[in-house]
């Protein structure tokens, strides 16, 4: 079983930054990935970024270039940087982990509590 905790939410202008952290507990395998899921009112959930144990990176088209994921494997904490945000970055946002481990049936996928990010002038 794995625990996830986010935190870095919160209120900002447009323009500004936010930094969301998700730390996982639990019994962790390698390789696996974490990175964050998004959904806003009257919007499709979509995947905003996520990041390999091993530091491989991908992003949604609309973060390239504003937001940066990282992670500190010895901590089994992945960061979110966000910068440049826009009033469309509004939403709820869930970390998530899966282990990568070629197993059958696949890995369960676990899921943060959220955070809520408001872009807001």
């Known amino acids: 079983q794995v625990r996830l905790v986010e935190s870095g939410g919160g209120l900002v202008q447009p323009g500004g930054s936010l930094r969301l952290s998700c730390a996982a507990s639990?019994?962790?395998?390698?390789?696996?990935?974490m990175g964050w899921y998004r959904q806003a009112p009257g919007k499709q959930r979509e995947l905003v970024a996520q990041?390999?144990?091993?530091?491989?990176?991908n992003y949604a088209d609309s973060v390239v270039g504003r937001f940066t994921i990282s992670r500190d494997n010895a901590k089994n904490t992945v960061y979110l940087q966000m910068n440049s945000l826009e009033r469309d970055d509004t939403a709820d946002y869930y970390c998530?982990?899966?282990?990568?481990?070629?197993?059958?049936?696949?890995?369960?996928?676990?899921w943060g509590q959220g955070t809520q990010v408001t872009v807001s002038s």
């Open positions: 639990g019994t962790i395998f390698s390789p696996n990935v």
């Open positions: 990041i390999t144990s091993d530091g491989g990176a």
């Open positions: 998530h982990y899966q282990s990568r481990r070629v197993v059958y049936p696949t890995p369960k996928t676990y």
